[in-house]
C-alpha cells in the first residue's frame, strides 16, 4: 500500500529533493491515469477487453449511495462519488449493482431506455452514465435500493495521504515519467 504523498516523496527524493510536491503530486496524478490507460490498451490488444482488477475500487458498503429523486426529470439518480479514468464507451464504470442482492444493472443510453419502456415486460434495472451522476430510469418509489459501484477511479479527487493499492510496475511508471518532467533539459550551444 502507498499513497500519492509517498509517491511524490520518492519521486522527490530520486530527483535529489528540494521540488514542490505539489506539482509533483499533480504530476503522479496524470502519470497514473496515463499509465492506466496504456496498460487497458495493451491487454485489449492482448484479447481482455476490461479493466484490470488492481485498479478497481468499490465505493457503496462502507458508505450507502442512495439514490435521489430529481423532481425535474422524475427519475433516480446518484452522484458519482469519483472521477472515473477515461476509457472508452465509459468502461470506467465497472459494474452497478443493488448492495443488498448484488443484482448488477445493465447499462443502456437514452434511445435503448425508450425502447425498454415501450417493453415493461424487461425486468432488469438499467442505469444512464451522464457527466457526474448515474441515472436511474426504471427505478420507482417501491424498488429504490442503495447502490453499489465498481469504479476505475482517476486520482485528482483522492486524498494525498489515503492508502492506494498501486501495483509496484504503475509505481515505478509513475516515478520515471515523473523523473523526466522535472530532470532539467540539456542546454544546446548555438554554433556560429
Known amino acids: 500500500m502507498t499513497s500519492l ?15 514542490d510536491l505539489q506539482s509533483i503530486i499533480a504530476f503522479v ?14 491487454n485489449k490488444q492482448d ?8 485498479y478497481i475500487y468499490l465505493f457503496g458498503k ?10 425535474v426529470t422524475d427519475e433516480y439518480y446518484i452522484e458519482l462519488p469519483s472521477s472515473t479514468l477515461s476509457l472508452p464507451h465509459e468502461m470506467g464504470i ?18 435503448w431506455n425508450k425502447h425498454l419502456k415501450a417493453n415493461q415486460g424487461w425486468g432488469k434495472q438499467v442505469y444512464i452514465p451522464e457527466e457526474t ?7 420507482k418509489d417501491s424498488n429504490t435500493c442503495d447502490i453499489k459501484l465498481a469504479l476505475a477511479v482517476a ?3 483522492v486524498d494525498v495521504d489515503q492508502e492506494l493499492n498501486i501495483p509496484r ?16 533539459q540539456p542546454t544546446q550551444v548555438k554554433a556560429n
Open 47 to 54: 484479447g481482455t477487453n476490461e479493466v484490470q482488477g488492481q
Open 94 to 111: 465497472v459494474r452497478v449493482s443493488d448492495l443488498k442482492c448484488d443484482d448488477e444493472f445493465i447499462r443502456v443510453n437514452r434511445l
Open 133 to 139: 451522476r448515474i441515472c436511474f430510469p426504471k427505478m
Open 29 to 42: 496524478i496524470d502519470s497514473y491515469s496515463s499509465l492506466v490507460r496504456l496498460e487497458f490498451f495493451q
Open 62 to 71: 462502507s458508505t450507502p449511495l442512495t439514490p435521489i429523486k430529481d423532481t
Open 155 to 157: 486520482l485528482d479527487n
Open 169 to 184: 510496475s504503475i509505481i515505478e511508471g509513475i516515478t520515471l515519467s515523473v523523473a523526466s518532467r522535472f530532470k532539467p
Open 5 to 19: 504523498y509517498k509517491i511524490a516523496e520518492q519521486c522527490d527524493f530520486e530527483l535529489g529533493g528540494g521540488h
